[in-house]
């Protein structure tokens, strides 16, 4: 006899139920193999353009044979936090050359980009502090406002002057957050405008660089170096591992005190296990292609350009982005879920990112190029783009 769902997940099931029917069910794709930009998936090879490994690093034959051989010499597993005893030569050896690379007295590593971002506003809020966010900020920086449970103010995206308003009206202590490169936006947030914001209010600027890193700059150190701003306090660099270095965590740079300080404080970074000392290690030789290997930055930008000119052509409403994320707005769910489904069928993976990730009216599909995509793959998905039997 079938016994009668218990009463708790029949409530569940009709909250998954409403989602399926306003086409807001989210689904997980299986990759059989590595990500890159032609993935298996249920046995079809699919062209895709939804990675973040905009440099074509994460299977990079000298990032895998670093992974393999620091297996060799660490094991796997960590074994235990930084502040006991998982903090390896590997994980210090990286933080020093994260800090070389984007200009900062020190770097520390933290699991995740979202851990990175919940620790740092935690650590550096005290009880009375107000956050000023952008209104299209990463939900890790949102959740980190929230789970510090100070006040949090909410500017319109990139307003700047609004921020300026609202730094103004506010007193004690103050952390700005935004992100330097809007995740499915891709546009970029005034960095100067900001760090003379936070230079005159005597606040923290936490700039969330997850989809700058490896991209922007001329050696590749995201936006700072795009802007030609210190990576100095009050300005605090989040950085994540798992985008274009390819392989996964995150740092944050800044001063000694701030390093410091978030080794005595920060929640996410003391109680959690360290990383793998072999991701560690991988990515240190990720990081040494970032730096040498301009040429993929290079390619990822005539990428950009190829396409933005493409679609425009075709009259479908881009996005002010000159960065990867190449947003195609399309308005309504249906419209962009039907657009990605029919990608989909002539064999090219585009995501659909629909309410609550970005506003209502506000759903597009989300394209994101890499260094690793020929010209031909560009062609290729213009040429099925300009047979969408959809309009904008
Ligand atoms: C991906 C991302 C994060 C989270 O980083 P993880 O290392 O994946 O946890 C944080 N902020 C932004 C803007 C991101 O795009």
Redesign the pocket.
């Known amino acids: 006899m079938k016994s009668s769902p218990h009463e708790l997940d029949s409530k569940l099931a009709a909250d998954l139920a409403a989602r399926e029917r306003a086409q807001l069910l989210r689904r997980r794709i299986q990759l059989d193999g590595p990500q890159a930009v032609e993935v298996v998936v249920d046995g079809a090879r699919l062209l895709s353009f939804c990675s973040?490994d905009y440099l074509g690093l994460a299977n990079h034959p000298a990032v895998v044979a670093a992974f393999k051989s620091a297996a060799d010499t660490y094991g796997v597993g960590a074994g235990a936090s930084h502040l006991v005893s998982g903090h390896s030569r590997a994980h210090h050896a990286l933080e020093e050359e994260l800090a070389d690379f984007v200009g900062a007295p020190r770097a520390l590593l933290?699991s995740?980009?979202?851990?990175?971002?919940l620790g740092v506003v935690a650590a550096l809020a005290p009880r009375g502090s107000v956050i000023f966010e952008d209104k299209l900020?990463?939900?890790?920086?949102l959740d980190a406002a929230r789970g510090a449970t100070r006040a949090v103010k909410r500017y319109a995206h990139c307003d700047s002057a609004r921020l300026a308003q609202l730094l103004a009206h506010n007193s004690g202590a103050k952390i700005i957050a935004s992100?330097?490169?809007?995740?499915m936006d891709g546009d970029l947030a005034p960095l100067p405008a900001l760090a003379a914001l936070a230079r005159a209010h005597a606040a923290w600027l936490l700039l969330?660089?997850?989809?700058g890193v490896g991209v922007l700059g001329a050696n590749g150190s995201g936006s700072f170096a795009h802007w030609g701003e210190p990576v100095a306090t009050p300005a605090i660099l989040?950085g994540?591992?798992?985008?274009a270095l390819g392989t996964?965590?995150?740092f944050v740079a800044g001063s000694h005190e701030l390093i410091e300080t978030l080794i005595q404080h920060a929640r996410t970074y003391i109680y959690t296990t360290a990383l793998p000392p072999a991701v560690a290690q991988a990515t240190r030789a990720s990081l040494a292609l970032v730096r040498t290997e301009s040429w993929r930055r290079e390619q990822l930008h005539a990428h950009i350009a190829q396409f933005r000119n493409g679609v425009a052509a075709l009259g479908l409403r881009l996005m002010d982005s000159a960065t990867p994320i190449q947003p195609i707005l399309f308005g309504s769910t249906e419209r962009a879920v039907a657009a990605s489904a029919f990608l989909r069928s002539a064999g090219i993976l585009v995501p659909a990112i629909r309410p609550p990730t970005v506003p209502q009216g506000g759903a597009r599909l989300r394209v994101t190029l890499c260094a690793s995509h020929t010209s031909a793959h560009i062609e290729r998905l213009l040429a099925t783009l300009a047979q969408l039997p959809i309009s904008p």
């Open positions: 973040n933290f995740t980009g979202y851990m990175a971002n900020n990463h939900a890790s920086l992100d330097g490169v809007f995740s969330d660089d997850a989809h989040m994540t591992l798992g985008k996964f965590g995150a």
